[in-house]
Structures are given as structure tokens and as C-alpha cells.
């Protein structure tokens, strides 16, 4: 990507279960703070935030090491998500919207200094609207917002197992609002299944469309950008 991620965009990170989203998306507020010096904010909507914690630890990344420490904002929202709405049920009623995602980064960044955001995962959001235009208008307010705030925010979506160009997000709309389209998926070969990474799209910049193997060390993922997959 020529030097990476523009600073200031909103950039999905989509990929099926196990391709690693949590883990990337974690590494990115902990790099910002740790080589960077900057604030992030890692807003999980589905995972507890000890799982967080525990994940960047198996890696050696411990959010609590002095230089870190006051950089890193885990922001766990998983318990306002009681239930899902029953058919008929007025969203009001569902306690995750995007109203509360603009209060929560709001209350957050007024008080320190942030430069990174991640929202893991903005899919539970779906299941708020029965009308597909209302999520668009929703996401449209959500998008601005976030390019108002001038944080770099990766957001974090599920899609389908197979991808092979279809859908790169779970809705099918929230691509054209990002800057930018990272996706991570499986390929099958010989008998085991491997990791690949790819920029589908990046506003602002010059990127090649290679599957890139996508590997575990012991310090955490990394996207080998010397190699791809076929
Ligand atoms: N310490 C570790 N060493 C090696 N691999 C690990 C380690 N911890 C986790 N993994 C791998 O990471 C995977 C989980 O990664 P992660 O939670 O980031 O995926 P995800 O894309 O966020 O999944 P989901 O969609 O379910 O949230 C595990 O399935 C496992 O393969
Ligand atoms: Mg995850």
C-alpha cells in the first residue's frame, strides 16, 4: 500500500471466523501505541475484553507494560447486548446502535488524545434495521462522523466462508463508505487450509491485488507481502 494506511481513513477488515480479524485488528491499536506513540481505542462488541488482553498476550504484547498503558483504551460494549430484538420489536429496544458508538468514541476522545480506533465487529449493527435504507443513511452518519473525528478506524466485519469475489462486507453496503477494503480469507491446498490477505481496495493510494500469505510467528500476524498465494 505504498507506506500503509492513510492516516485519518476508515478502512474494513473483513473476513470469515478464524481469519484472524481480533487479532490483526488488536495488533494495529497496540503497534500505534507501542512504536508510534499514539492513542487507540479498541471498541469490542462481541468478545470479552480479557480475551483481548489474553490474545495480544500469547504474543507478547502486554497492554499494561508502563509505555503502553495509558495509550490503550479497550472499550468492552459486549454486555449491552442483551438480546437480539424479536420480529415486531422497535430497535430502540437493542441497546447497541450507532448512536451510542458516536457517544462512546466522543466521551473518549474529548478527554485524551486519540489517533486509532477499531470496532470489532460493526455486523451486530445489522440487526437493528428490517430496512436496508435506513442502515445506509445510519452508516452514511457513522462514516462522516468518523472522518470528522480524524481517527484512523479499522472496522471489523464477518463475511461469508467462501469468499472468491463476492460480498466483502456482511451487508453489501458498507465498502462504499470505507476508504478502504482489506479482506482475509482460506484457500485449500494439499490437504490444509492457508491464510491469505488481500487490499481490494484503497482510496488515496497504489496497492496490487495479490493474495498474501497471512502467518502467525510468535510476535504476533504478518502479512508476507513478498509472497502471494495461488
Ligand atoms: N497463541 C496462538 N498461537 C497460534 N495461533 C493462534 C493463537 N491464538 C489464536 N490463534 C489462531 O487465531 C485464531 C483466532 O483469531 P481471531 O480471534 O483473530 O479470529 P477472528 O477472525 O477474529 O474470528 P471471529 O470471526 O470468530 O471473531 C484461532 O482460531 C487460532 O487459529
Ligand atoms: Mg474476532
Avoid at 32 to 56: C, V
Avoid at 64 to 84: T, Y
Avoid at 197 to 208: C, E, G, L, S
Wanted: charged content about 30%.
Amino acid at each position: 500500500m505504498r507506506g500503509g494506511i492513510k492516516q485519518g481513513s476508515i478502512t474494513l477488515l473483513a473476513g470469515p471466523t478464524g481469519t484472524l480479524k481480533t487479532i490483526i485488528s488488536s495488533q494495529f491499536i497496540y503497534n500505534g501505541a507501542k512504536e508510534y506513540g499514539e492513542g487507540g481505542i479498541y471498541l469490542t462488541l462481541e468478545e470479552k475484553e480479557d480475551g483481548i488482553r489474553q490474545s495480544l498476550a500469547n504474543f507478547g504484547m502486554d497492554v499494561d507494560a508502563p509505555e503502553v498503558k495509558d495509550k490503550i483504551q479497550i472499550v468492552d460494549l459486549s454486555g449491552l447486548r442483551k438480546r437480539k430484538p424479536q420480529f415486531g420489536e422497535s430497535k430502540e429496544r437493542y441497546a447497541i446502535s450507532v448512536d451510542v458508538l458516536m457517544e462512546t468514541i466522543t466521551s473518549i476522545t474529548q478527554k485524551s488524545d486519540v489517533k486509532r480506533l477499531v470496532i470489532d465487529s460493526i455486523s451486530i449493527l445489522g440487526l437493528l434495521y428490517k430496512d436496508q435504507s435506513d442502515m445506509r443513511d445510519d452508516l452514511f452518519i457513522f462514516t462522516e462522523f468518523l472522518r470528522e473525528s480524524g481517527l484512523t478506524s479499522l472496522l471489523v466485519t464477518e463475511i461469508e466462508e467462501e469468499y472468491r469475489g463476492k460480498r466483502v462486507s456482511r451487508f453489501g453496503l458498507e465498502e462504499f463508505l470505507a476508504d478502504g477494503v482489506v479482506v482475509l480469507g482460506y484457500t485449500q491446498s494439499k490437504g490444509e487450509l492457508r491464510r491469505w490477505a488481500t487490499v481490494r481496495k484503497m482510496r488515496f493510494t497504489d496497492h496490487n491485488l495479490h493474495m498474501h500469505p497471512v502467518r502467525i510467528t510468535p510476535c504476533g500476524v504478518e502479512i508476507v507481502s513478498t509472497e502471494k498465494i495461488y
